[in-house]
Every structure is written in structure tokens, then in C-alpha cells.
């Protein structure tokens, strides 16, 4: 399946971005040398996907970085329902560059996967979560990436389906990173999925390990300028109401939640809470104006630290880890602010 690519769209246009983003580019991902002890491509970008009914197939590009070399870790960039998929790519692929991470980014087509934020099976019963990881291993056979160091961004309705992947595959995610959620899946085993763990009948899904959930590091974020008439924000039903009534406060909810379990349980705080600076509810702005796609990176990149495995990138600082609780702040740069 031979499919558009796009090319990228900096999102350094100011000097303080430009020093970030060279900051990530330290981060030396550690990984078998190719010839003459030089990094190795060895595949191009390129593109994939399956059929499914209808014509309306799942599809995934990918971006191997120059210094990507084999075993570099995977950053999956999951869209929200306006399908941008091409701007994903186009705006994480220059920090995908500076960190040396392979790029994924799939296409869940609204005709096949229209509820793909609940893994919700597509068109021929498929489920998405699936698809998603049959997607990472063609690329790590193809680019030599390492399918065990995948990490998961989502926004909007890419960050409902990537925190309900993390309950159901928690074992196979390094770290996780959600931008802007509409409405939250709680970490609560006594509420039927999606509302919370439980198994539902209904959805074919649920019955998730809570434990195993609060072991995975999560990075929470939403712009600053979220608003309760945001476009695309679910605005019915008591459960979903109950979390807040705009997007911030939702995310503030599901981390105090979270939160709340991990203390329950007697394990290190799981997920870090940071706001957008200048962002309301648009991908390109949350990356452009907020620094979204720096703090992934930095989680990312901290993330691996811990195994040993990525550099701490020079020249920034390192993003919140999730044992030094919930933090808020607005600004990439600046210090974190107890909530």
C-alpha cells in the first residue's frame, strides 16, 4: 500500500524551542554499530497496511532517523478523530531525528475503526490494539528497532485509545504519554470497561491488571486554553461528567485517581500531570506553541534512562519522573510546581 508522505513541519521556530530540540539530539540511543562503529540505516521511511472490510484498511508510516541504529527504541504517535495522521508524522519527525527514535504512526480509518478510541474491533472484527501491534513488529523487522522499547503518545482520541492499549498490553509498553483526553477509563476494578477495569460483555473487553497498569510510567498533559465547549469533547453521561468539565480537569481527575490507586497499593507514584503553555485544544498548537512534543521526548528519553539504555539529553532538563509525584507545570523549560 503506497501511501502520501508529508514533509515535516519544524516546530523550532524560536530560539528557546531550537536549544530544546538540540538537547534531545544528545540523547544517544544504544544499539549494535554499524560499519565503521557509524550508526546504520538500514531501511528507508516508508509505509504499510492491511485490508480490511470495506476498503477502509489500517495503514502505518514510519520515520527511521539517520541515528536510529539496530535495537533503537519505538515512539508510536497515535491521531485523534480528525485522522491528521500526516501531521503527526510531519511534526514529531525532527524530534524523532534529534533523539534517534524510530517513528510509527497509524491510520485508524473512521469508515473501518469508528470507535478505535475503545478498541472497539473495526469493520472485520478486528480489534485496533491489535492491528497496532502487528504494525510494530513489521517495522522493527523491517528498521531493526526494538519492538520491546515501544512507547505510546496519543492525543485527543489517540490518548483515550493509548491509555485503554496500556490496561490491556502493559507488559509490552516502556512509557506512555497522553495529550488531551476527552474522557478517562478509571482505574477502578469495580466500574465495567470503558467507565473503569472491570470486564464488560457489552465492549469484549476489561478485566485489566491494575497492578501491572500502575507499573508503566505515564506523562498526563492538556493545554492551558481547554475549554469546556472545546469542539469534539463528550459532554453526556454521568460517568464521563463526573471526571470534570473540560479536558484539564478530566486529566487532573484520571492522575489523582492513579494517584490514589498506586497509594492503595504501597507502589511509587505512576504518572506525572503537565499543562501546555499557550495551547487549547489543537494538535498543531499543543506542539507548536505548547512544547508537547519535547516533553514526550523527554519522557521518552527518561524513560529509557532508568534501563540504562538512552542518554539523559544534554543541554534540558529531564521530564518529571513519575516516583516524584503529581506535578503540574506550564512550560518546558520551566520548574515544576507542586499541585
Given at each position: 500500500?503506497?501511501?502520501?508522505m508529508?514533509?515535516?513541519?519544524?516546530?523550532?521556530?524560536?530560539?528557546?524551542r531550537?536549544?530544546?530540540?538540540?538537547?534531545?539530539?544528545?540523547?544517544?540511543v544504544?544499539?549494535?554499530?554499524g560499519?565503521q562503529?557509524?550508526?546504520?540505516?538500514?531501511?528507508?521511511?516508508g509505509?504499510g497496511?492491511?485490508?480490511?472490510?470495506?476498503?477502509?484498511?489500517?495503514?502505518?508510516h514510519?520515520?527511521?532517523?539517520?541515528?536510529a541504529?539496530?535495537g533503537?527504541?519505538?515512539?508510536?504517535s497515535?491521531h485523534g478523530i480528525?485522522?491528521?495522521?500526516?501531521?503527526?508524522?510531519?511534526?514529531?519527525?525532527?524530534?524523532?531525528?534529534?533523539?534517534?527514535?524510530?517513528l510509527?504512526?497509524?491510520?485508524?480509518p473512521?469508515?473501518?475503526?469508528?470507535?478505535y478510541?475503545?478498541m472497539q474491533a473495526?469493520?472485520?472484527?478486528?480489534?485496533?490494539d491489535?492491528?497496532?501491534?502487528?504494525?510494530?513488529?513489521d517495522v522493527?523487522?523491517?528498521?531493526?528497532?526494538?519492538?520491546?522499547?515501544?512507547?505510546?503518545?496519543?492525543?485527543s482520541?489517540?490518548?483515550q485509545?493509548?491509555?485503554r492499549?496500556v490496561?490491556?498490553?502493559p507488559?509490552?509498553v516502556r512509557?506512555?504519554?497522553?495529550?488531551?483526553?476527552?474522557?478517562?477509563?478509571?482505574?477502578?476494578?469495580?466500574?465495567?470497561?470503558?467507565?473503569?477495569?472491570?470486564y464488560?460483555?457489552?465492549?469484549?473487553?476489561?478485566g485489566?491488571?491494575?497492578?501491572?497498569?500502575?507499573?508503566?510510567?505515564?506523562l498526563?498533559m492538556?493545554?492551558?486554553?481547554?475549554?469546556?465547549d472545546?469542539s469534539?469533547?463528550?459532554?453526556?453521561?454521568?460517568?464521563?461528567?463526573?471526571?470534570?468539565?473540560d479536558?484539564?480537569?478530566?486529566?487532573?481527575c484520571?492522575?489523582?485517581a492513579?494517584?490514589?490507586?498506586?497509594?492503595?497499593?504501597?507502589?511509587?507514584?505512576?504518572v506525572?500531570?503537565?499543562e501546555?503553555?499557550?495551547?487549547?485544544?489543537?494538535?498543531r498548537?499543543s506542539?507548536?506553541?505548547?512544547?508537547m512534543?519535547?516533553?514526550?521526548?523527554?519522557?521518552?528519553?527518561?524513560?529509557?534512562a532508568?534501563?540504562g539504555?538512552?542518554?539523559?539529553?544534554?543541554?534540558?532538563?529531564?521530564?518529571?519522573?513519575?516516583?516524584?509525584g503529581?506535578m503540574i507545570?506550564?512550560?518546558?523549560?520551566?520548574?515544576?510546581?507542586?499541585f
Open positions: 500500500m503506497n501511501l502520501p508529508t514533509e515535516a513541519v519544524s516546530p523550532v521556530a524560536n530560539p528557546g531550537r536549544r530544546l530540540v538540540a538537547g534531545l539530539a544528545g540523547a544517544a544504544v544499539g549494535a554499530p560499519p562503529g557509524a550508526h546504520a540505516r538500514p531501511w528507508p521511511d509505509a497496511g492491511q485490508a480490511t472490510a470495506g476498503d477502509a484498511g489500517f495503514a502505518w514510519w520515520h527511521v532517523p539517520a541515528q541504529g539496530p533503537a527504541p519505538i515512539l508510536v497515535v480528525s485522522r491528521n495522521a500526516q501531521e503527526h508524522l510531519a511534526m514529531f519527525r525532527p524530534l524523532a531525528d534529534a533523539a534517534g527514535v524510530v510509527l504512526v497509524p491510520v485508524f473512521q469508515a473501518g475503526f469508528p470507535h478510541q475503545r473495526g469493520a472485520d472484527g478486528r480489534r485496533p491489535r492491528l497496532l501491534l502487528d504494525a510494530v513488529r522493527a523487522a523491517r528498521t531493526g528497532a526494538d519492538r520491546r522499547r515501544l512507547h505510546l503518545f496519543g492525543y482520541g489517540g490518548a485509545f493509548v491509555h492499549f490496561m490491556r498490553h507488559g509490552r512509557s506512555y504519554a497522553l495529550g488531551a483526553a476527552g474522557w478517562y477509563t478509571l482505574p477502578d476494578p469495580a466500574l465495567r470497561y470503558p467507565h473503569g477495569l472491570a464488560s460483555r457489552r465492549w469484549r473487553n476489561g485489566f491488571d491494575l497492578a501491572a497498569l500502575l507499573a508503566v510510567p505515564g498526563v492538556a493545554g492551558e486554553r481547554e475549554r469546556a472545546s469534539a469533547l463528550r459532554t453526556t453521561g454521568r460517568a464521563v461528567t463526573a471526571q470534570g468539565e479536558r484539564r480537569a478530566r486529566a487532573r484520571w492522575v489523582s492513579m494517584q490514589g490507586a498506586a497509594q492503595i497499593l504501597g507502589l511509587p507514584s505512576p506525572v500531570y503537565r501546555l503553555p499557550r495551547a487549547g485544544h489543537s494538535f498548537r506542539m507548536s506553541r505548547g512544547g512534543g519535547e516533553m514526550v521526548l523527554g519522557h521518552v528519553a527518561a524513560s529509557e532508568r534501563r539504555q538512552l542518554a539523559r539529553p544534554a543541554g534540558i532538563e529531564p521530564a518529571p519522573q513519575p516516583s516524584e503529581w507545570s506550564t512550560s518546558p523549560r520551566s520548574p515544576e510546581l507542586g
